[in-house]
């Protein structure tokens, strides 16, 4: 078993091990890389298709995309649908072409339909529109799913010397919202964990006040990098169905109790503001997690405090070279 990892220097790929390790030549990366890693622009073709005749893998974890917050995908829209639909097109051909067995690409809660009945469960991913604030990250995602199962159909078994053999396996997985180490901390396009700790650190540093988007009402379910990666690699190794599978704590947390988390965490004791002119974006996006833990029996997930304390202490001691 060979493993090709995408998007090894994001939120889960640097949580991943794997034989080879692919960062996005579109990522603006400040951290210096280890001399293993190789740079490769997944939006062309030529190179994705390159990169997978040059290391022949037998296995892919997928996880690189175009990402951000709420602010990023507003401002965005066309190029979040653009870069991504490149992206998964030509690593799953790639792969394809290159005979690989087994796919597991990202997908994220966020693109389930916005009017749905709670808990949403995997079949309800093609059941409506997307919520508007990230329709273009959404619908690409979305075709990640098609694609997949578009070729388990037509490759999935073949033929060889009469008998049957197995072909593309190509699975997606649905993690809810991801935080960690190693995140985007920009401020205006990153998601509200690292946005959040990344803004009490300055206002820590310059005793102004912790400002929040919005109400700070919406409900999230966050789930911490590391255990994203564990829960991946196990799937990798014992997952045998194609259906999707989403990856959540099944816990939710407004975002008031994320800006108390935060603001613990990093011993602010300034004023806390909710900005009501920023947007609220989607209210909750309430998910089941029951395919994942029959799957997956007795596993544990990290508490939303442990995991921001882990979050803030890797981003103030790497403060200086972090993305932010
Ligand atoms: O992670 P986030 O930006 O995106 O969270 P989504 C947005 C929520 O956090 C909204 C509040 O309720 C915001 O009002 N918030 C408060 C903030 N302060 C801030 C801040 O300073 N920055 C940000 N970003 N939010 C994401 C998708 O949707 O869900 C991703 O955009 C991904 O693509 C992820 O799929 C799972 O949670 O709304």
């Not at 649905?174 to 009490?200: M, Q, R, W």
């Not at 988007?213 to 911490?224: A, C, D, H, V, Y």
Request: charged share 20%; hydrophobic share 35%.
């Amino acid at each position: 078993m060979k493993t090709l990892l995408t998007g090894a220097g994001g939120l889960v790929g640097s949580t991943i091990e794997a034989d080879i390790r692919v960062m996005g030549r579109t990522t603006p990366w400040k951290v210096p890389l280890p001399a293993s890693n190789c740079w490769y622009d997944l939006t062309n073709f030529d190179d994705t298709l390159n990169l997978f005749e040059e290391t022949q893998p037998t296995h892919v974890i997928h996880t690189a995309a175009k990402v951000g917050g709420l602010g990023a995908n507003l401002a965005h829209m066309g190029e979040f649908y653009y870069d991504n639909m490149l992206i998964n097109l030509n690593v799953l051909e790639a792969a394809r072409r290159s005979g690989v067995t087994k796919v597991i690409s990202f997908m994220s809660t966020c693109i389930f339909p916005a009017d749905v009945k709670y808990p949403i469960t995997e079949d309800m991913l093609h059941d409506g529109e997307p919520h508007s604030s990230n329709f273009g990250y959404a619908y690409a995602k979305r075709m990640l799913d098609v694609q997949s199962r578009a070729y388990n159909e037509q490759y999935g078994t073949t033929m060889v010397d009469g008998k049957f053999s197995f072909g593309t396996k190509y699975i997606t997985v649905i993690p809810t919202n991801i935080y960690g180490p190693n995140d985007n901390f920009e401020l205006e396009n990153s998601h509200v964990v690292p946005a959040l700790i990344h803004k009490c650190y300055i206002a820590k540093r310059d005793k102004t006040p912790f400002v929040i988007w919005g109400s700070g009402k919406p409900l999230r379910e966050f789930i911490f990098s590391e255990d994203v990666g564990k829960i991946t690699k196990s799937l990798l190794d014992t997952y045998a169905d194609t259906d999707p599978i989403i990856i959540s704590t099944g816990v939710e947390h407004s975002i008031r109790d994320v800006v108390i988390s935060i603001a613990d965490a990093m011993d602010f004791q300034g004023p806390i503001i909710y900005d009501d002119r920023r947007p609220d974006g989607q209210y909750k996006k309430t998910t089941s997690n029951k395919k994942l833990i029959n799957q997956l029996p007795g596993l544990e997930f990290t508490p939303l405090q442990e995991g921001i304390q882990k979050t803030v202490d890797w981003f103030v001691a790497n403060y200086e070279n972090c993305r932010k």
